[in-house]
């Protein structure tokens, strides 16, 4: 059914925008809306009649070439068409549009044009300003979905460049269409747990994170990325990340080389010869030592299967051969840089000359695609027992040095040491762990000197410890293990000091099992009074003790408040940190909280009176005297000890205090 139009030429005039009718090709006008009138700046008047100013000649100069391909293609197919240019207006502004036009023959058999403009200027310059930017700022752009394999829906130029993704020709496969689906194709496979858990964290908190990364090339080859993830929801409600980076690869590599370089120096005074394995290229090179046999392809990439073959045919005795040629094997198809734990060791024979030499060694990782095989001479058992019974010159302590590191467990760390002030070097990842900073903040220390007070303030250990250790040359310590919940104990061993003070000092440490349980020995056990009416304190045979940190205090005032009950980390970070979730980092502070009031009391004697098990800590009642124990027991002797405040140092101390006070009242 049709209806009819009443209001057809008010339409056509104000509603359609920039629309009018025009002979085809001579773009004599039929109608010429109102509408149109008021894009371009001139009355009806001034655009139809005899003397009527011609429409091409309001098409910017440099656009006309693209307005005759316009109209030359729709002579051509008769049919609609778009195009986008530029007019000028009576007022010489201009203006971009898009112009959309039909062509039909009347009843008469005249081609008649029917053209609506629309008004682009405003958004046309939106996309020169993001094109602007997009090709001049040196930042690689990335949209992709928040599904669990996020798919890429939008990358551009410099993101292509940085991945070295080659531009497509015809005929060739384009390789971006194979990572396209799938944005953990760009990522190598030991980082792809933490690049979920990042994401993880922006989808779910929704704050941006920013931070570097490594990712593989289209060509295999490996870069380093500086950038931040967000998450925003587009006008159509649909969830996204978004990725700005940067190609930070050459200052990455000039870092890690430096770091290497000092690592290097520190196991060359331990090895007699270093080799680079890179699994990435599938690369080594001999980097270290003072063997003329290979001084001459010093730091001369080979390929590693071949020139690792050549170097035990050429060096190994050979009953030796095939345990090494297993050793090897077994490193490669590990591949150092997806394997963790204790590092893979050898010993082997040498023949040199009329003699048989026994040789050791070790594979270190330096990076995720980099570890150094070190070996050495072994030095009969008798002299090396001589060495650390001495224990008095440098050599002595290089020696010693030696041994742990090939007892080497739980990492190694290097750091110079001049008067008051410290230099990290080196260390491995879980060290930095034991020194209370992660790896990029390690980074961050190795570039500059700092206190050794300040340096110490971080780990778990007191700053008297420490100097112990450089003053001694050796020291224990006791470590959270934070991956398996446990308290470990380390044994460091460090160089001494040279007399000008400037050598750098270097540290290996090894886990020595987990840490001794105070035994039960009733006999010899001190008698422990707790106070909690009033502020909190702890004394020992009737004397107070100082405790050296607040927090550590304040935990074990919150387990004498549990009565003997387990506390678990996250309830006790509830309680510690009132104002902060449990999370990676306070977990992390907790523990050493935790571990700093078990040395506490260990160092007073008194550490049987709090038990760990799984990570949840109590207090053990039957060890201590406590008035809040006393007060509860019902006694009448001990009715009078409460006198309306309870633990006035803590907050929450609350609850309980409430509770004391009614049933006071009761």
């Not at 139809?48 to 391909?69: C, K, N, V, W």
């Not at 394999?149 to 005929?171: C, D, H, S, W």
């Not at 704050?207 to 090339?217: D, S």
């Not at 934070?482 to 090894?510: F, W």
Request: net charge negative; hydrophobic share 35%.
């Amino acid at each position: 059914m049709k209806l009819p139009l009443e209001n057809t030429a008010e339409i056509l005039d104000h509603q359609i925008s920039g629309f009018r009718i025009f002979e085809f090709p001579s773009a004599t006008p039929a109608f010429i809306s109102q509408n149109f009138c008021e894009m371009v700046g001139y009355s009806k008047d001034e655009l139809t009649g005899e003397r009527a100013i011609a429409y091409s000649s309001l098409i910017h100069p440099a656009d006309q070439e693209i307005y005759g391909r316009y109209l030359a293609g729709l002579a051509a197919n008769m049919q609609s068409a778009s195009a986008e240019y530029r007019i000028v207006k009576k007022d010489g502004s201009v203006i971009s549009v898009r112009d959309t036009m039909t062509l039909k023959n009347d009843e008469n058999g005249r081609t008649v044009g029917y053209s609506v403009l629309t008004d682009i200027t405003a958004i046309r310059a939106e996309n020169e300003n993001l094109r602007f930017l997009n090709e001049t700022v040196p930042c690689g752009m990335l949209k992709y979905t928040c599904d669990k394999n996020p798919k890429i829906t939008y990358i551009n130029k410099q993101m292509l460049a940085m991945l070295r993704f080659p531009e497509v020709k015809e005929g060739e496969l384009d390789y971006f269409e194979l990572y396209k689906d799938n944005i953990y194709l760009m990522i190598p496979i030991e980082e792809r747990r933490n690049f979920a858990h990042y994401l993880h964290q922006v989808y779910t908190k929704g704050v941006p994170i920013t931070g570097e990364m490594t990712v593989v090339r289209c060509d295999g080859t490996r870069a380093r990325l500086y950038g931040w993830v967000t998450k925003i929801t587009d006008r159509d409600g649909n969830e996204e990340f978004q990725s700005v980076c940067m190609d930070v690869t050459e200052r990455y590599q000039e870092r890690m080389a430096s770091a290497t370089e000092h690592y290097l120096k520190a196991l060359s005074d331990v090895y007699e010869k270093i080799f680079e394995y890179d699994f990435t290229n599938h690369t080594v090179k001999y980097v270290s030592g003072g063997s003329a046999t290979f001084s001459r392809i010093r730091n001369l990439p080979m390929q590693m299967e071949e020139a690792t073959e050549q170097w035990i045919k050429n060096t190994v005795y050979k009953e030796d051969r095939n345990r090494m040629h297993e050793f090897f094997s077994g490193v490669f198809a590990r591949r150092m840089s997806e394997g963790g734990g204790r590092p893979p060791q050898v010993k082997y024979r040498v023949k040199k000359n009329d003699s048989i030499l026994c040789y050791s060694g070790i594979f270190l990782k330096i990076s995720s695609g980099v570890s150094l095989f070190c070996c050495r001479n072994e030095q009969n058992e008798q002299e090396a027992d001589f060495l650390r019974t001495e224990n008095l010159s440098l050599r002595n302590r290089t020696e010693n040095i030696q041994e742990m590191m090939m007892r080497y467990n739980d990492g190694v760390a290097a750091f110079e040491v001049t008067e008051e002030y410290v230099t990290p070097l080196y260390a491995s990842d879980n060290v930095c762990e034991f020194f209370g900073v992660t790896k990029e903040e390690w980074l961050n220390l190795m570039k500059k000197s700092t206190s050794i007070k300040e340096f110490v303030s971080r780990c778990t250990v007191d700053y008297e410890k420490f100097s112990e250790l450089l003053r001694n040359g050796e020291a224990e310590f006791t470590y959270y293990d934070i991956g398996g919940d446990t308290e470990q104990r380390i044994k460091a061993i460090c160089s001494q000091k040279h007399a000008d003070g400037d050598c750098p000092r270097y540290v290996m440490l090894y886990k020595m099992g987990a840490a001794r349980k105070q035994e039960d020995t009733t006999d010899e056990q001190h008698k422990v009074y707790i106070r909690t009416f009033g502020y909190f304190d702890v004394f020992i045979d009737d004397k107070p003790i100082a405790f050296r940190n607040k927090k550590a205090k304040e935990l074990l005032a919150l387990l004498v408040d549990r009565r003997g009950g387990y506390v678990t980390s996250e309830q006790a970070i509830g309680y510690l940190w009132e104002n902060e979730s449990a999370n990676a980092v306070t977990l992390a502070r907790y523990r050493k909280e935790a571990l700093r009031l078990k040395n506490a009391l260990e160092e007073y004697g008194i550490g049987y009176i709090m038990e760990s098990v799984d990570g949840k800590r109590r207090i053990i009642p039957e060890y201590i005297g406590c008035d809040l124990y006393d007060y509860l027991s019902g006694n009448e002797e001990y009715a009078g000890l409460f006198k309306g405040s309870y633990l006035t140092d803590y907050s929450w101390g609350e609850m309980t205090l409430n509770g004391l006070l009614n049933d006071n009242l009761n």
